[in-house]
């Protein structure tokens, strides 16, 4: 009988069928094989966005050729945007000038008229009586 630390390498002992122990050269055997990964399902999500995806750069795309071609018009409806602010703004601020400027011209150093207006009347039922004041 040999000792385990005696058999060379690549040399076993074997039980036989028929209950004897023998030694036996053994194959060597190969690693296994690392399993194959199963492939998985895509989300849904996925498939979603992978759809919406050039849905959307397309109706960018539209978009940016849509104001390439607005942009003229665009920009002549901002510049009559601008005007039409600087006539509210002259007229917000000249038509009152213009005004006084012609109430004291057109006065020609004659004094105004005042009318003061006096209304009494007794009782919650009275009769008003009024006067008129002409300065």
Do not use: C, D
Not at 3 to 29: D, H, N
Request: proline share 11%; net charge positive; charged share 5%.
């Amino acid at each position: 009988m040999m000792l385990p630390s005696e058999i060379p390498p690549g040399v076993q002992m074997v039980t036989l069928p028929g209950g004897i122990r023998t030694l036996a050269y053994t194959p060597e055997q190969a690693p296994p094989a690392p399993p194959v990964p199963a492939a998985q399902p895509i989300p849904a999500w996925a498939k979603t966005t992978a759809l919406l995806v050039p849905t959307t750069g397309g109706g960018i795309a539209a978009a940016g050729i849509g104001l390439s071609y607005a942009a003229p018009g665009l920009i002549a409806m901002s510049q009559a945007l601008w005007a039409t602010v600087a006539l509210i703004a002259v007229g917000a601020i000249g038509l009152p000038v213009l005004l006084r400027t012609a109430r004291s011209g057109t006065s020609g150093g004659r004094s105004t008229t005042h009318i003061t207006q006096n209304i009494t009347a007794s009782g919650m039922f009275g009769r008003a009586n009024g006067t008129i004041n002409h300065r």
